[in-house]
T-cell receptor
Framework: GAVVSQHPSRVICKSGTSVKIECRSL??????MFWYRQFPKKSLMLMAT?????????EQGVEKDKFLINHASLTLSTLTVTSAHPEDSSFYIC?????????????FGPGTRLTVT | DAKTTQPPSMDCAEGRAANLPCNHS???????VYWYRQIHSQGPQYIIH???NNETNEMASLIITEDRKSSTLILPHATLRDTAVYYC???????????FGTGTSLTVIP
């Protein structure tokens, strides 16, 4: 089946620094990728939808200048948390959809745990 | 997308069938029912989806009521590795995003 990877799996950074998380579709081309965040014991919250070659669409309440998303190729989307603060500590998960016509499934990455100290 | 309601937690004995209910009383005619699960600290895993007919695959069975206002995910022989949070999501197949609810935390007991 389709595989989505994320890198890094865990990252610890200091407050005020920026962190980039990569999401890759390994064996398919992903025209659309999605970014979620998840707090402990909570459900996944959709942050944004990124389409290859165009600007990301952010969900209400998500700061686009804080969470920069770049979907520069059909196999890679990146999420950059800028000027990170402890409240940004969370589990970040991406997912990818293979084809615009195939809306049946999304393939999820393993997640990236961000800790801001 | 329609909202879903699931019990927050359930237990199931190992080897027995796990039946996870989901209410989606406001589901529209073009909306599918999807089930995903998330094992602790991992990304969600697709299980099954359906529109109106019952569906079965190697992982589970999905039973959708005739009025489509509720459904049940059945894991026929639960194992300890099935311990996870199970999410029921409804979405039009022309839709884009998945919006996750609170899910059901299933614990399989030895």
């Amino acid at each position: 089946g389709a595989v989505v990877s994320q890198h890094p799996s865990r990252v610890i950074c200091k407050s005020g620094t920026s962190v980039k998380i990569e999401c890759r579709s390994l064996d398919f081309q992903a025209t659309t990728m999605f970014w979620y965040r998840q707090f402990p014991k909570k459900s996944l919250m959709l942050m944004a939808t990124s389409n290859e070659g165009s600007k990301a669409t952010y969900e209400q309440g998500v700061e686009k200048d804080k969470f920069l998303i770049n979907h520069a190729s059909l196999t890679l989307s990146t999420l950059t948390v800028t000027s990170a603060h402890p409240e940004d500590s969370s589990f970040y998960i991406c997912s990818a959809r293979e084809d615009p016509r195939d809306t049946y499934e999304q393939y999820f990455g393993p997640g990236t745990r961000l800790t801001v100290t | 997308d329609a909202k879903t309601t699931q019990p927050p937690s359930m237990d199931c004995a190992e080897g027995r069938a796990a039946n996870l209910p989901c209410n989606h009383s406001t589901i529209s005619g073009n909306e599918y029912v999807y089930w995903y699960r998330q094992i602790h600290s991992q990304g969600p895993q697709y299980i099954i989806h359906g529109l109106k007919n019952n569906e079965t695959n190697e992982m589970a069975s999905l039973i959708i009521t005739e009025d489509r206002k509720s459904s049940t995910l059945i894991l026929p022989h639960a194992t300890l590795r099935d311990t996870a949070v199970y999410y029921c999501i409804v979405r039009a197949n022309t839709g884009n995003q998945f919006y996750f609810g609170t899910g059901t935390s299933l614990t399989v007991i030895p």
